[in-house]
């Protein structure tokens, strides 16, 4: 069982930026494939980005060309950097982990974007973002 802590939301001004970072518990985070989804209230959980166990990355349209996401495997620790943040990123922002086939050398390039892909998620962390 991985464990997920989300952390760094907070309420910010439009424009600013803000850095999440989401800590594992286990010892098999490079081997996963991770994610941050974000929800609003009154509204279906979102695909906001998704990284490799070997850092290929896939973004949500909404977001792309403004967050980035990243993955430090050494100190268990996905991240996500929101640049130039607007009104409508406002959400609580959650990680999330799918186990992958690492070590047969596959799903090197497995960036999954639906929820229902994934295996462990963490409890969110909010995000405000003021006009």
């Known amino acids: 069982q991985e464990q997920l802590v989300e952390s760094g939301g907070g309420l910010v001004q439009a424009g600013d930026s803000l850095r999440l970072s989401c800590a594992a518990s286990?010892?098999?985070?490079?081997?996963?494939?991770m994610g941050w989804f974000r929800q609003a209230p009154g509204k279906e959980r979102e695909f906001v980005a998704s990284?490799?166990?070997?850092?290929?990355?896939r973004y949500g349209s909404s977001v792309k060309g403004r967050f980035t996401i990243s993955r430090d495997n050494a100190k268990n620790t996905l991240y996500l950097e929101m640049n130039s943040l607007r009104p409508e990123d406002t959400a609580v922002y959650y990680c999330?982990?799918?186990?992958?086939?690492?070590?047969?050398?596959?799903?090197?390039?497995?960036?999954?974007?639906?929820?229902?892909?994934?295996?462990?998620w963490g409890q969110g962390t909010p995000v405000t973002v003021s006009s």
């Open positions: 990284i490799s166990w070997a850092g290929a990355t």
């Open positions: 286990g010892r098999t985070f490079g081997s996963y494939a």
């Open positions: 999330a982990a799918r186990g992958t086939n690492r070590r047969l050398g596959r799903d090197s390039d497995l960036t999954p974007s639906s929820p229902s892909d994934y295996h462990f």
